[in-house]
């Protein structure tokens, strides 16, 4: 009797499973293509389990191989999306595609993202297109929801206070001086007054170094560094995870590269903690870095953040604060080496508007560099290193006249959205800074047009800082240095985790003749 009795349960249990995955795989994605049908959006068929993960990876795969893009050709979106392209040219702005069983609207259509990124933002969610992300990234301020949000902010917003960025700057400063030095080296020690120099690499350690102390503070901790390269390794992981099989649960498999990916996020986060520990067993919790304001806070009140949620603010700066500017800063050097008229003009200005008797650019000295602004908002159009934002409906909820049920995915494909014809006129492919001239709204006829740092309440909360370093950097190369393309250079950007030139930015650098202006 009691066999039998586990028998039966035992197969209503299977039962229960087997209708519950053919709920999810089969039936639902039938379900929701047709609701979506019925009101106008299209897309490409759903695939069982994979949806259109494989039609994606085919078609991305086939357009590298094929694919050469010329240096000054900046509409790269058939090499990092060839399939947003493409389905838009067959279904419209906004049509429906599959993350595996996963159901997810695409759009182009700017009053939507208005929709979701600002005025209707609380029904939607920040979630992660990669699961491997979040290990990169952390569930810091940029990627909480809801309270835990609202908990986050009011701690780690403090860190962008007027007085921090006039500091970001003299710290700015101090480490490009430093690259600036080895680069004159190089200089002396090369062919004709002149080095080839990768300037991908330098910035990325320049930017690594500044972010460190804005997490960390002046303290020189050996852990912080390991900790970042920690997380360049995990990043790398992370982009190969995108050829993944599209199986449900595959992260959690103990594949060798998985368990590589374990090992190395208990190493970043063990460090993050020996530097916790090591600020509360000195007493040094003061202080104006990112770190010791946490701890200032949790001092007070020791339910603000918990030590994991700590750990993964550190996580979430680190990683997105050092990679997202120093692509910028890279993608920044690569357009003015091509367009070396736009070099000068700014070199011109940067001369003019900056005191000789000032080694440090202030925050008032940048305020007057109108051309260096709207030639890093025309780089951050044209190479937004994030080229793609993405939210997920928290329930049933109507966006842009479209009726979204709970858990789908809303991507916006940001470098289709900055090359929109309709919202920036016909020379949306080519580089104009003046553009920018008269402000963003003027730009674009649309004050959202413009999504590098995002929109709305989830807006960057670094973007005062990101525009505070890119400037101060820019302006202090250009004061004494003049730049080309190396004929090395190869233009292949490529969405690794954040735009970057697949193969670095090879220039060719020259010290400019010393003068009254172009003394450090």
Request: proline share 5%.
């Amino acid at each position: 009797m009691e066999a039998n009795m586990l028998l039966g349960l035992a197969a209503i249990l299977t039962l229960v499973v087997i209708s519950g995955v053919l709920w999810h795989l089969v039936w639902r994605p039938y379900t929701v293509t047709r609701w979506f049908a019925r009101q106008g959006i299209r897309g490409p068929p759903y695939r069982f389990v994979v949806g259109s993960l494989l039609e994606m990876k085919r078609m991305l795969v086939a357009e590298r191989a094929n694919f050469t893009l010329d240096t000054g050709c900046h509409d790269y979106t058939s090499l990092i999306s060839p399939f947003f392209r493409r389905w838009v040219s067959d279904y419209g702005q906004t049509f429906l595609y599959w993350l595996g069983p996963i159901p997810a609207i695409c759009s182009t259509d700017i009053e939507m993202v208005q929709q979701v990124l600002g005025d209707r933002s609380d029904l939607f969610q920040k979630d992660y297109l990669n699961p491997s992300l979040e290990v990169i990234f952390g569930k810091g301020v940029g990627f909480v929801n809801g309270d835990d949000w609202k908990r986050h902010r009011k701690v780690v917003y403090q860190v962008f206070n007027h007085e921090n960025l006039k500091s970001l700057s003299a710290m700015t400063s101090e480490g490009t001086q430093k690259m600036i030095q080895q680069w004159c080296i190089q200089i002396e020690n090369g062919e004709r007054h002149q080095a080839e120099i990768n300037v991908r690499l330098d910035l990325e350690e320049l930017t690594m170094g500044l972010i460190e102390r804005v997490v960390f503070g002046n303290n020189k901790y050996k852990e912080a560094r390991e900790a970042f390269l920690t997380g360049k390794e995990l990043q790398k992981l992370a982009a190969y995870a995108f050829s993944d099989p599209p199986v449900p649960g595959f992260r959690y498999l103990p594949t060798r590269r998985n368990r590589r990916s374990w090992k190395l996020e208990k190493m970043m986060k063990s460090k993050i903690m020996k530097i916790i520990e090591a600020r509360l067993a000195d007493n040094t919790v003061n202080g104006d870095d990112l770190l010791g304001l946490m701890l200032q806070a949790c001092r007070r009140d020791a339910e603000v953040l918990s030590t994991e949620e700590i750990i993964a603010e550190c996580v979430t700066f680190s990683a997105a604060g050092h990679e997202t500017i120093s692509n910028t800063l890279t993608w920044g050097m690569f357009l003015l080496s091509i367009y070396p008229q736009w070099q000068e003009k700014i070199r011109e200005e940067v001369l003019r508007e900056w005191p000789d008797g000032e080694e440090v650019p202030s925050i008032d000295i940048l305020g007057k560099q109108k051309l260096l602004y709207v030639f890093i908002l025309e780089t951050l159009r044209l190479y937004s290193t994030l080229p793609f934002l993405l939210r997920k409906t928290t329930s049933d909820t109507m966006v842009a006249n479209i009726n979204v049920p709970k858990g789908t995915m809303i991507l916006f494909p940001v470098a289709m959205i900055h090359r929109d014809k309709k919202l920036w006129g016909l020379d949306a492919d080519e580089f104009n800074p003046m553009r920018f001239e008269n402000g963003i709204l003027r730009a674009a006829n649309h004050p959202q047009a413009l999504l590098a740092f995002s929109h709305g309440p989830r807006v960057c909360a670094g973007k005062s800082h990101a525009m505070v370093e890119m400037q101060t950097v820019m302006a202090m190369i250009l004061r004494k240095f003049s730049f080309s393309l190396s004929s090395k250079y190869v233009h292949m950007p490529t969405n690794f985790v954040s735009l970057a030139p697949k193969y670095g930015l090879p220039l060719i650098v020259k010290k400019l003749p010393s003068g009254p202006k172009n003394v450090m």
